[in-house]
């Protein structure tokens, strides 16, 4: 392969979408929380930005709980929100993916925006933009994926099994530069007061990251 992506390995305990109940679903929110919360731990946090996304995980979840209590509802929404997914896919959350379920789970979500994904098979998905994606499987179990834009089509990846290949797709759904992030903000990240207060933020935070309960996540493992 020409490209690298993590090596995560794939954890069997996470719920794989489409839920079966709402333990299941619970399951699977709090398994990212933990995952999300243990990015922070390993990159010197938790930060402020990460109880905000734990926020809202936990708030992702608790809706879920709450669709799933309505009348007339039978369980929990069987697969997360474009947000969860979003956040799932861009920390890549080790859900034991197979290429049909995770594709079937960004078509649930409506996520992947500009993407007319085509109903996926154990063989070939892909689906109708500008340029167009499709991958195949071979006997061997081997996915080639790759573009056509104009007429011309191209190869951009050879991925030797099925993992492989979930991993090349959670890249290449995910959102990797969301807002502000490659954007244009009218330079308002340099406006003084915009600046002040996220630093009177940073300060409070700081302060509060010396209380037990986030000093927990700050320390090392032995």
């Given at each position: 392969?020409?490209?690298?992506?993590?090596?995560?390995?794939?954890?069997?305990?996470?719920?794989?979408?489409?839920?079966?109940?709402?333990?299941?679903?619970?399951?699977?929110?709090?398994?990212?929380?933990?995952?999300?919360?243990?990015?922070?731990?390993?990159?010197?946090?938790?930060?402020?930005?990460?109880?905000?996304?734990?926020?809202?995980?936990?708030?992702?979840?608790?809706?879920?709980?709450?669709?799933?209590?309505?009348?007339?509802?039978?369980?929990?929404?069987?697969?997360?929100?474009?947000?969860?997914?979003?956040?799932?896919?861009?920390?890549?959350?080790?859900?034991?993916?197979?290429?049909?379920?995770?594709?079937?789970?960004?078509?649930?979500?409506?996520?992947?925006?500009?993407?007319?994904?085509?109903?996926p098979t154990a063989t070939q998905v892909g689906y109708f933009s500008d340029p167009e994606f499709s991958a195949s499987r071979d006997a061997a179990g081997r996915w080639?994926?790759?573009?056509?834009?104009?007429?011309?089509?191209?190869?951009?990846?050879?991925?030797?099994?099925?993992?492989?290949?979930?991993?090349?797709?959670?890249?290449?759904?995910?959102?990797?530069?969301?807002?502000?992030?490659?954007?244009?903000?009218?330079g308002v990240e340099q406006d003084p007061l915009v600046r002040r207060n996220a630093a009177?933020?940073?300060?409070?935070?700081?302060?509060?990251?010396?209380?037990?309960?986030?000093?927990?996540?700050?320390?090392?493992?032995?």
């Amino acid at each position: 392969m020409s490209k690298s992506w993590p090596e995560i390995v794939p954890d069997v305990r996470i719920p794989v979408p489409p839920f079966r109940d709402l333990d299941e679903s619970k399951t699977f929110h709090r398994a990212l929380a933990v995952h999300v919360a243990e990015i922070g731990r390993a990159s010197g946090g938790p930060f402020a930005e990460t109880l905000a996304l734990c926020s809202v995980i936990a708030s992702a979840g608790a809706l879920r709980r709450s669709a799933s209590s309505g009348d007339g509802a039978t369980g929990a929404p069987d697969h997360p929100s474009a947000v969860v997914l979003g956040v799932t896919l861009l920390t890549r959350l080790p859900v034991a993916w197979t290429p049909v379920s995770l594709v079937e789970a960004v078509r649930a979500s409506s996520s992947g925006e500009g993407m007319l994904w085509a109903e996926p098979t154990a063989t070939q998905v892909g689906y109708f933009s500008d340029p167009e994606f499709s991958a195949s499987r071979d006997a061997a179990g081997r996915w080639t994926a790759g573009f056509r834009e104009r007429g011309v089509s191209r190869v951009d990846a050879v991925l030797d099994d099925d993992w492989t290949f979930v991993r090349y797709l959670m890249d290449h759904v995910a959102d990797r530069f969301p807002f502000p992030f490659g954007w244009s903000t009218g330079g308002v990240e340099q406006d003084p007061l915009v600046r002040r207060n996220a630093a009177a933020v940073s300060d409070f935070f700081a302060a509060q990251r010396e209380t037990p309960y986030l000093r927990r996540w700050s320390a090392a493992e032995a």
